[in-house]
């Protein structure tokens, strides 16, 4: 189909509001710690309750874009994230929490799975590395404020009512005095709210997939579960989710726990330049994936993400503050360049296969429990030392994957231009 940049850029937006909705938890995780007084195991549960919703939502989010299409699943999919984050914004406890971030997560599945083929077709299959990068840029750039928000947001309810503005007042009717976190979840159902009318009045031409775009059935799944390429990238993306979520979620406890840095303020803001760097590497690596095959890239980046989590967890109060981030600045691209050797190793059944890479999303509800689980018994220390095996996992991708398109670079468009020259 011809390229269509409109869906490109809606994608996009898509891609902030969702990062912006939920990957605000590792910050909250030390004030949902000590609001509900929770073990660092029962506290890795909640991610886990949000990332176990694409384990059960991937697959058949595929099948109802295919019936459906894609703006009734968007749309659905919002509407479940609004119901979601308004029932924990009314009902502030821990199994609520449970039951609204499963419903969240379910939203955000369908949205990834939609979205995500959207974005190779729309933006064209060999530039989708690149294009993916660059969501992941509008990604990170949404964590990178999320955090201030509930800096700001906690702030100024806790402080002097006689100076604030007129929504931290109508907060403050909202909000219980002990618990000024869950303002945020006010802020996201009105988010969603707003997607949900801005999707239904947009008109969005359907997109029709290539056969090999399409979800396929329930025995597709299953022949595809039986490649071995399949099953090597799902542990790849696997990983990837649980290694962001594992750090991400645990910066701000871990900064507590052994340099004694509030969290409301320091904490968060860590977890803050962990997704702004991350931002930062997704510019770097836009320049990079022009200049390299994505898998030199995907080695590079994951050894030194390894060097810099070192550092984050054995150096001093100071190094931890700038080494946590870098992690973020080095795992900027992994992602992306998973998602794109993946369906770039198959030659057909993009559709069915991206909703079986969605499923891996689960890593990041396994990871951080991992984590948890491992902190309570040994320390959370030792408890994260877990994400060298994924990120160790990750950094093999470079070596064995085969990709049947490799990503376009300026010295393989030169040689493509010079081919036909040379025909002409």
């Known amino acids: 189909m011809q390229r269509n940049y409109f869906i490109v850029l809606l994608i996009f937006f898509i891609f902030f509001v969702i990062s912006f909705l939920t990957n605000i938890l590792g910050p909250l995780i030390p004030d949902i710690i000590n609001s509900f007084h929770l073990s660092l195991t029962l506290a890795g549960l909640l991610p886990f309750a949000f990332f176990i919703a694409y384990g059960v939502m991937s697959i058949p989010s595929g099948m109802m874009v295919e019936r459906f299409g894609e703006k009734p699943v968007m749309v659905a999919a919002f509407g479940l994230a609004f119901i979601g984050a308004l029932l924990f914004a009314l009902f502030p406890y821990y199994l609520v ?17 939609a979205i995500n083929p959207l974005l190779r077709v729309a933006g064209g299959e060999e530039h989708f590395a690149f294009n993916s990068v660059l969501a992941q840029l509008v990604f990170g750039s949404a964590s990178f404020l999320s ?41 996201f159902a009105l988010v969603t709210l707003l997607m949900v009318i ?14 090999e775009e399409k979800a396929g059935a329930w025995q597709t799944h299953k022949a595809l579960f039986k490649n071995k390429t399949v099953i090597l990238f799902f542990i790849g993306i696997f990983a990837y989710v649980g290694t962001e979520q594992g750090v991400a979620n645990w910066i701000s406890k871990f900064l507590q726990t052994y340099h004694g840095y509030d969290p409301q303020t320091i904490g968060a803001h860590t977890v803050s330049y962990f997704w702004g760097l991350l931002t930062a590497g997704c510019l770097l690596g836009l320049l990079l994936l022009k200049l390299f095959d994505s898998r030199y890239v995907l080695i590079a980046f994951s050894l030194a993400a390894m060097i810099s989590l070192t550092f984050a967890l054995f150096g001093s109060a100071r190094i931890a503050l700038w080494a946590f981030p870098m992690v973020g600045f080095f795992a900027s691209v992994m992602w992306s360049i998973i998602f794109s050797l993946a369906l770039n190793s198959l030659e057909k059944h993009h559709g069915s296969f991206s909703g079986i890479l969605c499923t891996a999303i689960i890593g990041g509800a396994i990871v951080p429990v ?6 309570d018994h040994f320390g959370l220390r030792n408890g994260m030392l877990f994400l060298f095996l994924t990120l160790g996992y990750i950094f093999s991708i470079g070596f064995w994957a085969k990709p049947l398109i490799t990503n376009e670079t300026f010295r393989s468009k030169k040689e493509k231009m010079a081919a036909k020259s040379q025909v002409a």
């Open 97 to 113: 929490a449970m039951s609204s971030l499963f419903m969240i997560g379910m939203g955000m599945a369908m949205l990834q799975v």
């Open 147 to 187: 955090p201030f928000l509930y800096s700001y947001l906690v702030r100024n309810l806790q402080a002097d009512p006689q100076a604030e503005v007129w929504f931290i007042g109508l907060l403050r009717q909202l909000v219980p005095a002990d618990l000024p976190w869950i303002s945020l979840y006010w802020v």
């Open 198 to 211: 801005i999707l239904y009045a947009v008109h969005l031409p359907r997109v029709e997939l290539k056969e």
């Open 370 to 375: 991992i984590i948890g689980w491992l902190g």
